[in-house]
């Protein structure tokens, strides 16, 4: 099965990810092989197989109890931000 | 004396005794980081003033009569883990101006032991990559043959260790980024069981398979180095609860009455040279007194289509964190929300990232999900179920590490499934969880050979043993690059 440019641009929009004209071209030869090589799982029968939500046998994933454990670290945290503005991460204008 | 081809506990020896300070062999690899370090490219920080006042600490910790193996001994860390205060990169543009305000467990345990951080070590983007060449700041070079690639994802640990630039360097395995680099590099590289150790604070790629180790020299020096690193965290969700062994204590048990399982799938398109060289490593092994018998994993050879349906669809959701808001590359002037998300991911993502997020992003999609996500989540399960029945009549599978030695730099870059199988013996042990090591076991053209044993879940005491008895009766791990004897 061979992917389209129209279905790189769909998958490109929907991981937001802003993909230029020739790379495009490169990715739809790129992703259709991986999707064939992939495709190859079809053909095994997993009649009644489970699908594995844990790598370890009867793990589950712990809870802990609803209790605030976190302090408020907003300013060492938003040094990494590229812009803040009275302690709030400033994005383009979203509501006119 | 050469400080840099000491064991750790030669080392601790030596630190113990007086005859050299933290201080002094702190020096020593900062001098040979700064002399070497540039033509391998091993290193995307050199946290050196850090490294100094660490080693003063250290030293003043053990002049207060303090022990421990790791005290006042330098590692480096790869740069998937967050360093309180030092960049962290991930090996990405992304994450070029990022300085972590926290530190990893693993960062956090090997600093209480008294570990020298000196840097920071190369890696493939997002630890997306089997040889390096991925990296937002260029290839690690092998220090065997500077025209080939040290693997990955974790190349820039395992060439450091290799080249003596460090006593040893952590390292991630997702589906074979500590093995594959190992064998590729002649070090001693291990995985452990998936959640002995702490994912808290190492950065993301695919939750379900990450898992950090070690790179040393030596088994017996692995066993030091994770008997600090393992252990319960409860600020990682699939942390597990159970003590850890004394994995240094128990190295020294004989092999003999260990069933060894010779998995005939591992040597399915395995080079003739690096099967001989992984025979007469079984050979060995029997030697020492293991038996073996043949056993058969009939859907090991899907192990790679399953990984590249998992891990992509876990990475493309791990990864849509990386928004242009909160932290990590902003692209200058966004004309609206969707624009700054989509230049600022298509900026500060690599080719091969973009690849795995779109991959990722097209078997979890609407109409594609059961046929893809789901499907490769049962072929895992047959995986694991048949590794399971495996180690009902073995007490490890041994094999190859690579199809091959380390390839030349630029060979396989524009085609990713040739790049991806690489990872074909390493990969089934992520898909199962299983704690799992590469040890060198030869040379073909000059270049390291590993071999490769699998345990079940926890017996990391087990393939510690069988390494360290290897070890014992063979020299292949004391071989240095001669550039960097």
């Keep these: 099965m061979s992917l389209t440019r129209q279905d790189l641009d769909k998958i490109a929009h929907l991981a937001r990810l802003q993909i230029t004209a020739a790379e495009s071209e490169r990715y739809v030869s790129s992703l259709s092989s991986i999707v064939d090589f992939v495709a190859e799982l079809g053909k095994v029968d997993t009649q009644g197989v489970a699908p594995m939500a844990h790598p370890l046998v009867g793990q589950v994933q712990r809870l802990r109890e609803d209790a605030i454990t976190e302090t408020d670290q907003h300013e060492r945290y938003q040094r990494n931000a590229p812009q803040v503005q009275a302690a709030l991460y400033v994005v383009p204008r979203v509501i006119e | ?485």
Aim: with cysteine; net charge neutral; hydrophobic share 40%.
């Design chain 2, 1 to 485: 004396m050469t400080l840099h081809t000491q064991t750790l506990a030669e080392l601790r020896q030596l630190l113990d005794g007086g005859k050299v300070s933290s201080a002094e062999l702190t020096e020593h690899f900062l001098e040979r980081l700064a002399r070497v370090g540039p033509e391998l490219n091993a290193l995307i920080t050199l946290t050196a003033d850090q490294a100094r006042a660490q080693a003063r600490a250290a030293d003043r910790r053990r002049a207060a009569g303090e022990k421990g193996p790791l005290l006042g001994i330098p590692l480096i860390h790869k740069d998937i883990f967050c360093t309180e205060g030092v960049k962290t990169s991930c090996g990405s543009r992304m994450l070029d101006n990022f300085v972590s305000p926290y530190d990893a467990t693993v960062v956090s345990r090997l600093k209480a032991a008294g570990a020298i951080m000196l840097g920071k070590s190369n890696m493939d983007e997002f630890a997306m990559g089997s040889s390096n060449e991925t990296s937002f700041y260029g290839p690690v070079k092998n220090p065997w043959d500077l025209t080939r690639v040290p693997g990955g994802s974790s190349g820039g640990s395992a060439a450091a260790v290799a080249a003596g630039l460090c006593v040893y360097a952590t390292g991630t395995d997702t589906g074979g980024s500590i093995r594959q680099p190992a064998a590729l590099c002649g070090v001693t590289g291990f995985k452990p069981t998936y959640g002995r150790v702490s994912r808290y604070g190492m950065i993301a790629f695919a939750s379900s398979l990450d898992q950090a180790g070690v790179f040393a020299h030596s088994a017996a020096d692995v066993a030091q180095v994770l008997g600090v690193m393992a252990g319960f965290d409860e600020r990682d969700s699939t942390s597990v609860d159970a003590p850890v062994p004394d994995y240094a204590a128990g190295l020294a048990a004989p092999l003999k009455g260990l069933t060894i399982g010779l998995l005939r799938e591992f040597f399915d398109g395995l080079e003739p040279r690096n099967a001989a060289l992984v025979q007469a490593g079984i050979d060995e092994l029997r030697k020492l007194g293991a038996t073996t018998r043949e056993v058969s994993l009939p859907h090991l050879p899907l192990s790679v289509p399953t990984y590249y349906v998992v891990a992509p669809a876990e990475c493309s959701s791990n990864l849509s964190r990386y928004d242009g808001v909160r932290f990590g590359h902003r692209c200058d002037n966004p004309k609206d929300l969707l624009d700054l998300y989509e230049r600022s991911r298509g900026e500060g993502f690599g080719t091969e990232v973009k690849r795995r997020i779109m991959t990722g992003t097209y078997v979890l999609s609407a109409g594609y999900y059961d046929a893809y996500y789901l499907k490769a989540q049962q072929v895992r399960q047959l995986i694991t179920d048949e590794f399971r029945r495996a180690f009902q009549s073995v007490d490890v599978l041994v094999g190859p590490t690579t199809p091959t030695p380390a390839f030349a730099i630029g060979a396989k870059v524009d085609d990713p499934i040739t790049m991806y199988l690489n990872d074909i013996y390493t990969i089934g042990a992520n898909l199962a969880g299983l704690p799992a090591i590469s040890v060198p076991c030869g040379f073909v053209d000059d270049l390291p050979v590993g071999l490769q044993l699998v345990g079940p879940h926890f017996a990391e005491g087990r393939l510690l043993q069988a390494a360290h008895g290897f070890q014992q009766v063979t020299d292949w791990h004391r071989r240095r690059p001669p550039a960097y004897a």
